[in-house]
C-alpha cells in the first residue's frame, strides 16, 4: 500500500513530457493472455496523454500490428524486431521510449489499474531509485495447482506476497529486495548502463544471453 496519486494530480504535468513509457515484448502470445493485458493497460488510472506504450512484436509467425490494434493509445505503437530473443526485442524497445521512467510488461501480466500511477508517483518521490516493481504478484491459474505446489515453488514463477508497505536494498545481496521481471520498473540511466553491459556480453559471450543463460536476465537492471 503507497499513497497513489490522483489523476487531477497527474495532470498538472505539462503535457508534452511523458512520465513514464511502458514497453511489452512479445512473440507468438497466448491470444487470450495478450488480449487481457492490453485491457488491463487500457484501464489504466494514469491519463494515457502522459504515459506511451511501446509494443514489440518479435518476428512473430503472424504478425501482431493489426490483430491486436492500439489506436484507443494516443501514444502506442507496435515495432517490429526481426531478431529473436528477448534482449534484441528489448533493446528494440529501449530504443523507441522517451520518459525517464520505463515500466517493462510481459504479455501475460495484468497490472492494477493503479499500477503505473503508483510507479510514477514512486519515482517522483524517490527518483534515485534506479529499479523498482511490485511486491505482491499473484497467479490466475488455469487449472487447479497441484497439491505439492507451495510458496516455495511458486517463487519460480515470480509469484511472492510482500508483507511491508515498502522494502528497499542498496545490497548486491538483497534478493529479497529485487524486483522481478513483470511489471519492472526502471530509469534512463539504469537502462544505459544495461546496455553497455549488454553490448559487452553479447561482444565476448554471445551464448549467455537470456534465457541462454542467466548473464542478461531480469536481476542484471537490479546490479
Not at 24 to 37: A, G, M, S, W, Y
Not at 105 to 114: A, Q
Not at 173 to 191: D, H
Request: with cysteine.
Amino acid at each position: 500500500p503507497v499513497h497513489l496519486a490522483s489523476n487531477q494530480e497527474i495532470q498538472i504535468a505539462s503535457s508534452s513530457q511523458l512520465l513514464a513509457s511502458v514497453v511489452l515484448c512479445t512473440f507468438n502470445p497466448n491470444e487470450d493472455h495478450l488480449t487481457k493485458t492490453l485491457q488491463a493497460l487500457r484501464e489504466q488510472t494514469l491519463p494515457v496523454t502522459v504515459w506511451e506504450l511501446i509494443l514489440v512484436d518479435n518476428n512473430s509467425d503472424l504478425p501482431l500490428e493489426h490483430r491486436f490494434p492500439v489506436t484507443w493509445h494516443p501514444n502506442g505503437k507496435w515495432v517490429l524486431e526481426s531478431e529473436q530473443g528477448k534482449v534484441a526485442a528489448l533493446r528494440r524497445a529501449f530504443s523507441c521510449t522517451s520518459a525517464d521512467l520505463v515500466v517493462t510488461i510481459d504479455d501475460d501480466n495484468i497490472p492494477s489499474p493503479s499500477y503505473l500511477a503508483t510507479a510514477v508517483r514512486i519515482h517522483d518521490e524517490r527518483p534515485h531509485l534506479g529499479a523498482f516493481g511490485a511486491g505482491s504478484t499473484e497467479a490466475c491459474y488455469e487449472a487447479e495447482p497441484p497439491s505439492w505446489f507451495n510458496p516455495d515453488i511458486a517463487a519460480y514463477l515470480a509469484l511472492r506476497q510482500v508483507d511491508h508497505a515498502m522494502i528497499f536494498s542498496t545490497l548486491e545481496g538483497g534478493e529479497n529486495c529485487r524486483p522481478w521481471g513483470l511489471g519492472l520498473c526502471i530509469t534512463r540511466q539504469v537502462i544505459s548502463a544495461w546496455l553497455r553491459q549488454s553490448n559487452e556480453i553479447m561482444e565476448s559471450h554471445p551464448s549467455l544471453i537470456g534465457r541462454k543463460g542467466t548473464t542478461l536476465d531480469d536481476d542484471l537492471f537490479s546490479l
